[in-house]
């Protein structure tokens, strides 16, 4: 079976859509799809190291420097070099041009499409659109997603909660709950030793660690007010932020004005297959508070790490964290959070049990078993005919 992916953000671009598709990808083809992905190109030096991804000429975003805008005419050139027989189905990953395209596409080949819901717009929209009024942003982002929902076959939501956000919202296309799960390499151990001297932290540094998208609506204004108290009880602890994002800026203006230029570390990017690793399996405690999360990846490849984790349970996140996963979840107040951050950070017998529980719990999410999920969702979306039903047929 083929199925063509479209998305409008990839690798290099650091995000959990680029991780998901590039997770899922890598485990379709022992799963029987052969899959396509067309993404945008980022005007840097990038080798793409998978094969059959598609890069399309891309302009950029004001305001948003690190993503990039396909631009409608080269993706239109770009699926329409291709042969309308060349896939089986459309499996579209983004909500803005990579949605209208695939949609296109789909019907222009006569096959169905079907789409992941992988941002939830309704605490996304003003963060970025300020003068709108929250009431109407949430407003239009719920009108939004049910237009575009009614354009596919088929929905996949992250976690249970999605699936319930977008069925509150009215939409009733059907939705198939799939989260995406930790290939094998995510469980090599870092080295802490080799962060640390990276990052030029000293060695008996506590650290607090973020990795994540540093924009808005993932909270971390909260996180740094939580260090604050943190630091009133452990005065040598430090904040390791990594990622990049639109609210970095903003947050290290925060920072200064509190104070804390030095014990704030924004570490920016770290590659996935070495410094990344070795960041996550040198935290003493990974700390998050997103309200928006689909799924809250980064959370199991903490646990990986043998990372213990301190988190509120809000949307996708509440479907991660389940009971004796290796984590103390607690509420979006500043006491108890930064109380539970220090006992961890104290606690050597709870560190431990709470790491070894979240090596035990990550193991549970197998990116192959996930994907060979997606593969038989794949083969029984209305509309589906592969290539070797339709020789079948023929003959």
Same mark, same amino acid.
């Given at each position: 079976?083929?199925?063509?992916?479209?998305?409008?953000?990839?690798?290099p671009?650091?995000?959990?859509v680029?991780?998901?598709?590039r997770?899922?990808?890598?485990?379709?083809?022992?799963?029987?799809?052969?899959?396509?992905?067309?993404?945008?190109?980022?005007?840097?030096?990038?080798?793409?190291?998978?094969?059959?991804?598609?890069? @399309?000429?891309?302009?950029?975003?004001?305001?948003?420097?690190?993503?990039?805008?396909?631009?409608?005419?080269?993706?239109m050139?770009?699926?329409?070099? +291709?042969?309308?027989?060349?896939?089986?189905?459309?499996?579209i990953?983004?909500?803005?041009?990579?949605?209208?395209?695939?949609?296109?596409?789909?019907?222009? *080949?006569? $096959?169905?499409?079907?789409?992941?819901y992988?941002?939830?717009?309704?605490?996304?929209?003003?963060?970025?659109?300020?003068?709108?009024?929250?009431?109407?942003?949430?407003?239009?982002a719920?009108?939004?997603?049910?237009?575009?929902?009614?354009?596919?076959?088929? +929905? $996949?939501?992250?976690?249970?909660?999605?699936?319930?956000?977008?069925?509150?919202?009215?939409?009733?296309?059907?939705?198939?709950? =799939?989260?995406?799960?930790?290939?094998?390499d995510?469980?090599?151990?870092?080295?802490?030793?080799?962060?640390?001297?990276?990052?030029?932290?000293?060695?008996?540094?506590?650290?607090?660690?973020?990795?994540?998208?540093?924009?808005?609506?993932?909270?971390?204004?909260?996180?740094?007010?939580?260090?604050?108290?943190?630091?009133?009880?452990m005065?040598? #602890?430090?904040?390791? $932020?990594?990622?990049?994002?639109? #609210?970095?800026?903003? =947050?290290?203006?925060?920072?200064?004005?509190?104070?804390?230029?030095?014990?704030?570390?924004?570490?920016?990017?770290?590659?996935?297959?070495?410094?990344?690793?070795?960041?996550?399996?040198?935290?003493?405690?990974?700390?998050?508070?997103?309200?928006?999360?689909?799924?809250?990846?980064?959370?199991?490849?903490?646990?990986?790490?043998g990372?213990?984790?301190?988190?509120?349970?809000?949307?996708?996140?509440?479907?991660?964290?389940?009971?004796?996963?290796?984590? +103390?979840?607690?509420?979006e107040?500043?006491?108890?959070?930064?109380?539970?951050?220090?006992?961890?950070?104290?606690?050597?017998?709870?560190? *431990?049990?709470l790491?070894?529980?979240?090596?035990?719990? #990550?193991?549970?999410?197998?990116?192959? #078993?996930?994907?060979?999920?997606?593969?038989?969702?794949?083969?029984?979306?209305?509309? @589906?005919?592969?290539?070797?039903?339709?020789?079948?047929?023929s003959?």
């Amino acid at each position: 079976m083929r199925v063509l992916f479209i998305s409008d953000v990839y690798f290099p671009r650091v995000n959990g859509v680029s991780t998901s598709i590039r997770t899922f990808r890598s485990d379709l083809g022992s799963c029987g799809i052969e899959t396509t992905l067309i993404a945008p190109e980022y005007g840097v030096a990038f080798e793409d190291r998978e094969p059959d991804v598609i890069r @399309v000429a891309g302009a950029s975003i004001p305001g948003d420097p690190e993503d990039r805008r396909m631009r409608w005419g080269a993706l239109m050139f770009t699926l329409n070099d +291709l042969p309308k027989d060349a896939f089986d189905l459309v499996h579209i990953h983004t909500p803005f041009i990579a949605h209208y395209a695939g949609v296109k596409f789909a019907r222009r *080949a006569g $096959i169905p499409c079907v789409a992941t819901y992988h941002t939830f717009f309704e605490e996304y929209l003003h963060h970025y659109v300020p003068v709108l009024p929250r009431s109407l942003g949430r407003h239009f982002a719920k009108a939004f997603t049910r237009s575009q929902c009614r354009d596919v076959n088929g +929905l $996949i939501a992250p976690s249970d909660p999605m699936r319930e956000a977008l069925l509150a919202y009215g939409v009733t296309t059907p939705i198939h709950v =799939l989260p995406t799960g930790l290939p094998a390499d995510r469980f090599r151990r870092g080295e802490p030793a080799r962060f640390k001297a990276h990052a030029g932290i000293p060695a008996d540094r506590p650290l607090v660690t973020y990795v994540g998208r540093v924009a808005h609506e993932k909270n971390i204004e909260f996180l740094v007010s939580v260090f604050v108290e943190v630091r009133k009880q452990m005065p040598n #602890a430090l904040l390791v $932020i990594a990622g990049e994002g639109p #609210a970095r800026e903003s =947050l290290r203006q925060l920072v200064a004005k509190l104070g804390l230029a030095n014990d704030v570390n924004f570490v920016g990017y770290l590659d996935r297959d070495t410094t990344l690793l070795d960041c996550y399996a040198a935290a003493d405690v990974f700390v998050f508070a997103s309200r928006t999360e689909t799924q809250g990846l980064v959370l199991l490849e903490a646990m990986a790490q043998g990372t213990p984790v301190v988190s509120t349970a809000e949307l996708g996140t509440k479907f991660v964290l389940k009971p004796g996963c290796g984590a +103390l979840v607690v509420p979006e107040r500043l006491p108890e959070f930064s109380s539970a951050v220090v006992k961890v950070l104290r606690d050597k017998p709870l560190h *431990a049990q709470l790491a070894e529980r979240g090596r035990v719990y #990550a193991q549970t999410w197998s990116s192959r #078993a996930l994907a060979q999920r997606l593969a038989d969702l794949y083969r029984t979306v209305p509309g @589906v005919v592969t290539q070797r039903q339709a020789t079948s047929i023929s003959t």
